[in-house]
T-cell receptor, first 113, second 116 residues
Framework: AQKVTQAQTEISVVEKEDVTLDCVYE???????LFWYKQPPSGELVFLIR??????QNEISGRYSWNFQKSTSSFNFTITASQVVDSAVYFC??????????FGSGTRLSIRP | DAGVIQSPRHEVTEMGQEVTLRCKPI?????LFWYRQTMMRGLELLIY????????DSGMPEDRFSAKMPNASFSTLKIQPSEPRDSAVYFC??????????????FGPGTRLTVT
């Protein structure tokens, strides 16, 4: 069975703090892809990153970084020096070769000025 | 580019009525997806098309739901008859890439459907 767990329902931090959003996944497939999407208050989802199961290298894009660890089945997302504009709901998603994409329940991130 | 366009943005209808949601993908994108988002079930993929052909409709909840893509620039999601439990935000997304890159998608603003 495929499953994505985002245990943090809501997180609130003060601007400029670092914040990490957790994502734990379950799959029996050896080939799969993990994703993060952002849903700002305007509502539309924005694709942030894709990572395949054979690439465990961490990735950094500006203030955003992602830590993929197969040993713990986790794909965590860190925002460094958070800004108010980072306030959104963030979704982690899993797509394996044998199933359709599934999304976690999302983490609502609020950045206070 | 105008992005993915969805209409209407909001729809309120009574139970039993037919509802049609519309989507115009980004020009040149070969893939089109329909998603539904609810508080209870989260974000779910309903169906997706490649070159106007439905590829995977396993997420379509029941026969009351149907989707078509008559041409590369237009798709509809129809619910007939609608029920209160269909109330949700319906997103359309499009993608240029296939395979591993398929889910690098561009989403529309969504249609908020309320069935009373």
């Amino acid at each position: 069975a495929q499953k994505v767990t985002q245990a943090q329902t809501e997180i609130s931090v003060v601007e400029k703090e670092d914040v990490t959003l957790d994502c734990v996944y379950e799959t029996r497939d050896t080939t799969y892809y993990l994703f993060w999407y952002k849903q700002p208050p305007s509502g539309e989802l924005v694709f942030l990153i894709r990572r395949n199961s054979f690439d465990e290298q961490n990735e950094i894009s500006g203030r955003y970084s992602w830590n993929f660890q197969k040993s713990t089945s986790s794909f965590n997302f860190t925002i460094t020096a958070s800004q108010v504009v980072d306030s959104a709901v963030y979704f982690c998603a899993l797509k394996s070769s044998a199933s359709k994409i599934i999304f976690g329940s999302g983490t609502r991130l609020s950045i206070r000025p | 580019d105008a992005g993915v366009i969805q209409s209407p943005r909001h729809e309120v209808t009574e139970m039993g009525q037919e509802v049609t949601l519309r989507c115009k993908p980004i020009s040149g994108h070969d893939y089109l997806f329909w998603y539904r988002q609810t508080m209870m079930r989260g974000l779910e993929l309903l169906i997706y098309f490649n070159n106007n052909v439905p590829i995977d409709d396993s997420g379509m909840p029941e026969d009351r739901f149907s989707a078509k893509m008559p041409n590369a620039s237009f798709s509809t999601l129809k619910i007939q008859p609608s029920e209160p439990r269909d109330s949700a935000v319906y997103f359309c997304a499009s993608s240029l890439k296939a395979g591993a890159y398929l889910y690098e998608q561009y989403f529309g603003p969504g249609t908020r459907l309320t069935v009373t």
